[in-house]
């Protein structure tokens, strides 16, 4: 597909940033960049997490790590990042991030959780890329990697905000894969589905219920890393799991806008055992 294990640190640099790093797929990115000698700058809320992750890491590498401690949603999560990072070379960006304070009817919610969704999802994201992806341009080499998800491709019931914000990191970094192209920097959005992280376990969904795994397509966290680190400079969105990729290509030619969002809105509340209530008839 695209980049090598080998290929990485000659490519983007000798140290990665990754932004919600302590489990799931951030700590699976993780551990392949350290396999391919990439030092790490590992960032999350949860400092007891980060020590972990770096205890298992150095069991298996010998690179170089730094661990931030940092609410992704904070007003100064770059500067913290800053005191940590302004002397290294970072050639490679990784924002993985993303809550839901579980599914949620908007006007179920307090305005602020809302708020806080646009910032974890769309301003740090704008922050990092800026400081980050400014460097990388003057050096013509890096680049940068945006988790987003399936629900960003339609909207749907009791994921309106969640669906919104990662629908921007699709759009955006379309942009700056054009815009930084000619200057040797790759900037991808990583789009994920189903996939068994801890995250994913505490929302209270059962992966391995008979009639989930019929219908959805439950990939690991590995995978969803590995495959975003190969096709890295290739494109600039990247479906994770050839499953997904399909699913996604069949809805765009089958489905009406108002079909896609009845087709979400009942996944999201079936998924999640919530009420469904249907706006359309899919007949």
């Known amino acids: 597909m695209g980049n090598s294990k080998a290929e990485l640190v000659e490519k983007y640099g000798p140290w990665a940033v990754i932004a919600?790093?302590?489990e799931g797929i951030g700590a699976a990115f993780a551990k392949q960049l350290a396999e391919a000698g990439v030092n790490l700058v590992l960032l999350s809320?949860?400092?007891?997490?980060?020590?972990?992750?770096?205890?298992?890491?150095?069991q298996t590498t010998t690179v170089d790590m730094r661990l931030v401690t940092a609410d992704l949603t904070a007003a100064d999560v770059l500067d913290t990042l800053r005191a940590k990072t302004d002397d290294l070379e970072v050639g490679l960006l990784i924002y993985n991030a993303g809550a839901t304070?579980?599914?949620?009817?908007?006007?179920?919610?307090?305005?602020?959780?809302?708020?806080?969704?646009?910032n974890l999802n769309c301003r740090t994201p704008v922050m990092?890329?800026?400081?980050?992806?400014?460097?990388?341009?003057e050096r013509e080499r890096g680049g940068m990697l945006f988790l987003s998800s399936l629900s960003a491709f339609a909207g749907g019931s009791y994921v309106a905000t969640y669906a919104g914000?990662?629908?921007?990191d699709i759009i955006f970094p379309q942009s700056l894969w054009h815009e930084l192209a000619p200057h040797n920097v790759?900037?991808?959005?990583?789009?994920?589905?189903?996939?068994?992280?801890?995250?994913?376990?505490?929302?209270?969904?059962?992966?391995?219920?008979?009639?989930?795994r019929q219908n959805y397509t439950i990939m690991e966290p590995a995978d969803v890393?590995?495959?975003?680190?190969?096709?890295?400079?290739?494109?600039?969105?990247?479906i994770?799991?050839?499953?997904?990729?399909?699913?996604?290509?069949?809805?765009?030619?089958?489905?009406?806008?108002?079909?896609?969002?009845?087709?979400?809105?009942?996944?999201?509340?079936?998924?999640?055992?919530?009420?469904?209530?249907?706006?359309?008839?899919l007949q």
């Open 240 to 281: 994770a799991g050839e499953d997904n990729r399909n699913n996604i290509e069949q809805m765009a030619a089958n489905l009406s806008r108002e079909q896609t969002i009845e087709v979400m809105s009942m996944a999201n509340a079936r998924l999640n055992d919530k009420p469904y209530i249907p706006v359309i008839d």
């Open 101 to 118: 304070h579980g599914l949620h009817l908007f006007h179920e919610r307090p305005m602020e959780d809302a708020l806080e969704l646009v």
């Open 128 to 137: 990092l890329a800026h400081h980050f992806g400014k460097a990388m341009r």
């Open 45 to 58: 809320r949860s400092q007891q997490k980060l020590e972990r992750l770096e205890s298992e890491l150095r």
């Open 165 to 168: 914000t990662k629908a921007f």
């Open 20 to 22: 919600g790093a302590s």
């Open 186 to 212: 790759h900037v991808m959005s990583l789009v994920a589905g189903a996939t068994r992280t801890p995250a994913m376990m505490e929302s209270g969904i059962d992966l391995d219920d008979e009639v989930i």
């Open 225 to 238: 890393a590995r495959e975003g680190l190969e096709a890295l400079g290739t494109c600039p969105v990247w």
